[in-house]
C-alpha cells in the first residue's frame, strides 16, 4: 500500500548545513492517517555539538554500531519518501535538506509538503496533545507531528475527497526492514506505547 504521506522528524550533530543525522523516524499514513509503517534508527556520526546534545542527549558513542547514513538515506527513500504522495513534519524544509540527495531534491520538493511551522512543543499544546518530551527522540517527533498536523488539516489536504468525514483508529505495521536498525527506548517506551498516548488525536 502506498503512503499517502510521510512524516519525517531527524536528530543532528547541529544545526548547519554541515551537521550530520544522528537519529531519523518516518511515519507513514493512508488517506484517513491510519499508519502503516515506520521506521526509526540511530544513525553513525561524530559526536554533536553541545547546543545540539542537549535537546536530544545523543552522543558519538551512542551511534558507533549504528548503520552508515549512506544506507539508512537510501533505504528512507526508497520505503518511504519516494513512495509517498505528500511529506510532512515540523519544520520539515530543514529535514528535507538533510536527507534528500542532490539528484532527487526538485522532485521531491515539487511534492505538497504539509508543514508545521511554529514548535512542535507548542503546536502539541495548541491541540491538547501530549508534548513531544526531553530529550527529543525522532520516532516520537515524527508521531506528534503526524497527530497534528492531522489535526490541523485533515479537512483540507488534497485528496481526500469524502474522507474527512470517516474516523479510523491507528494501527501499526512494521515493514521486514532489509537494514539493521538501531532505535533508542522512547523514554522507557516502544512505539506502541508512544502511540496510544496519541491515541484520542487518531480516533474519536
Request: charged share 20%; hydrophobic share 40%.
Amino acid at each position: 500500500m502506498s503512503a499517502f504521506m510521510t512524516v519525517i522528524d531527524v536528530e543532528t550533530t547541529g544545526f548547519g548545513r554541515a551537521a550530520e543525522v544522528q537519529e531519523i523516524g518516518c511515519v507513514s499514513v493512508d488517506e484517513t492517517f491510519s499508519v502503516i509503517n515506520y521506521f526509526h534508527t540511530l544513525v553513525r556520526s561524530c559526536d554533536a555539538m553541545e547546543e545540539a546534545q542537549a535537546v536530544h542527549g545523543i552522543s558519538g558513542a551512542m551511534t558507533e554500531d549504528a548503520p552508515n547514513w549512506i544506507d539508512v538515506r537510501s533505504f528512507v527513500m526508497d520505503h518511504f519518501i519516494l513512495p509517498s504522495r505528500m511529506l510532512g513534519g515540523c519544520n520539515v524544509g530543514f529535514d528535507l535538506r538533510m536527507i534528500l540527495p542532490i539528484d532527487l531534491s526538485r522532485e521531491v520538493k515539487d511534492r505538497h509538503v504539509a508543514n508545521i511551522k511554529q514548535s512542535l512543543s507548542k503546536e502539541c499544546q495548541r491541540h491538547l496533545l501530549p508534548d513531544e518530551g526531553q530529550p527529543h527522540y525522532a520516532l516520537r517527533g515524527a508521531i506528534a507531528a503526524a497527530a497534528c498536523l492531522k489535526e490541523s488539516y485533515f479537512h483540507f489536504l488534497p485528496g481526500l475527497g469524502a474522507l474527512p468525514a470517516m474516523r479510523s483508529h491507528i494501527h501499526w505495521t512494521q515493514t521486514s526492514c532489509e537494514l539493521t536498525a538501531k532505535p533508542r527506548a522512547i523514554h522507557g517506551l516502544g512505539a506502541n506505547e508512544v502511540l496510544r498516548q496519541y491515541r484520542m488525536s487518531f480516533s474519536e
